[in-house]
């Protein structure tokens, strides 16, 4: 098992490593800074440069993933936004109000997810793929607005109330057009693997 492990992990780094952007592996309990309630066993790709913060209350606890200058603009606000983000970041919480049905294989309202957010955010063009990595399901959400491109991921955990949330906000100057920030989100996404 081990062995099999290992080839793994390196099957994903080397799909990592053809990006332009130097990435690391962390387990997503370290990730989200040791916060779930029970563990998942997931690995997930960081560019190397990267910080880990968290910030609010227990119960809301919101952990960023990025340059040190970029959490300190979002960390200031309870809504974050690209607005002032130089070089991307995550943002990755615990959602109260998304679940995972055991019975139908699907989140909350994942069928009307394209539509929902159309009508709430003004996403367009949206593809969502599903995944299941190491018996974690998962829902990876790729859209833009007129301004921005949106990607989100759902990673549902043993525990149907907690599903973790991951957000990528790109750089404010150049949202649509920064390869290091699509490849950050590319890493990420690709790099989702099991241990």
Partial sequence: KEKRIKKRAAITLAKILRKNVPSILVTLDEAMGFSLTSSIKLMVSLPTDYEIKSYGDK?????????????????????????????????????????????????????????????????????????????????????????????????????????????YFYPSTSEKSDNNAIDAWDNFANGLSGY
């Fill in 59 to 167: 119960k809301n606890t919101i952990i960023l993933w990025g340059k040190a200058e970029d959490m300190d603009i979002a960390s200031k606000s309870s809504n974050i936004s690209s607005s002032g983000i130089k070089n991307g970041i995550f943002k990755a919480r615990v959602s109260s109000n998304i679940y995972y049905d055991t019975n139908t294989g699907k989140f909350t309202d994942e069928d009307h997810l394209a539509e929902s957010l159309k009508e709430s955010l003004g996403i367009n063009n949206i593809s969502k793929s599903s995944k299941n990595i190491n018996g974690y399901p998962l829902l990876l959400i790729t859209g833009e607005t007129n301004e921005k491109r949106i990607n989100r991921v759902y990673i549902a955990t043993k525990l149907s109330s907690d599903i973790v949330m991951v957000d």
